[in-house]
T-cell receptor
Framework: KNQVEQSPQSLIILEGKNCTLQ??????????LRWYKQDTGRGPVSLTI?????NTKSNGRYTATLDADTKQSSLHITASQLSDSASYIC????????????FGPGTRLSVLP | EAQVTQNPRYLITVTGKKLTVTCSQN?????MSWYRQDPGLGLRQIYY???????DKGDVPEGYKVSRKEKRNFPLILESPSPNQTSLYFC??????????????FGEGSRLTVL
């Protein structure tokens, strides 16, 4: 069964600190993996996409990694800001043809002043 | 501005009173989809559409209907809402196929409460 798991379920950090969110997936065939950021009461917005051949990709203070062998991805946030408080959702696209996605449950991040 | 627009954003209704949540996108996307989001369960797909007049069930279609008469619009219909349909609903759209990465563009959400 295709499945995406995320950890931790929730996380509280102080402003300025770094953190890492984890995503483990069992999805076949694998097309790509996206991290979405969802602010409270808003729709998810794509942060970054990882394809099979990519190991690391940065988008400002966000750095995503992908290990296709172990089927794990991480999202590292550097020098956190209050505006980083949100849910982060890992989404794996199953194939290149249709629009079959498997959603993780999300990690709720709270950044405190 | 490229966007997915949902209406209403908030709605309180009573059991059995038919309602429609509209969704419109201005990006000429073929693919559109509806999700519900509940605490601890994440996003679950209700229905999706690969193009005009082509719709299919997602993971949790019971109690919902959809139609896709135009490319830009994909309304979600609750014929007889029940309290277990109280949830936060999202519409999303995308370009499908091998030429695209499948990024989903989400609306702002519609919070529905059924009493």
């Amino acid at each position: 069964k295709n499945q995406v798991e995320q950890s931790p379920q929730s996380l509280i950090i102080l402003e300025g600190k770094n953190c890492t969110l984890q995503c483990n997936y069992t999805v076949s065939p694998f097309s790509n993996l996206r991290w979405y950021k969802q602010d409270t009461g808003r729709g998810p917005v794509s942060l970054t996409i990882m394809t099979f051949s990519e190991n690391t990709k940065s988008n400002g203070r966000y750095t995503a990694t992908l290990d296709a062998d172990t089927k794990q991805s991480s999202l590292h946030i550097t020098a956190s800001q209050l505006s980083d408080s949100a849910s982060y959702i890992c989404v794996v696209r199953v194939d290149n043809y249709g629009q079959n996605f498997v959603f993780g449950p999300g990690t709720r991040l709270s950044v405190l002043p | 501005e490229a966007q997915v627009t949902q209406n209403p954003r908030y709605l309180i209704t009573v059991t059995g009173k038919k309602l429609t949540v509209t969704c419109s996108q201005n990006m000429n996307h073929e693919y559109m989809s509806w999700y519900r989001q509940d605490p601890g369960l994440g996003l679950r797909q209700i229905y999706y559409s690969m193009n005009v007049e082509v719709t299919d069930k997602g993971d949790v279609p019971e109690g919902y209907k959809v139609s896709r008469k135009e490319k830009r619009n994909f309304p979600l219909i609750l014929e007889s809402p029940s309290p277990n349909q109280t949830s936060l609903y999202f519409c999303a759209s995308s370009f499908p196929g091998t030429r695209n990465t499948g990024e989903l563009f989400f609306g702002e959400g519609s919070r529905l409460t059924v009493l």
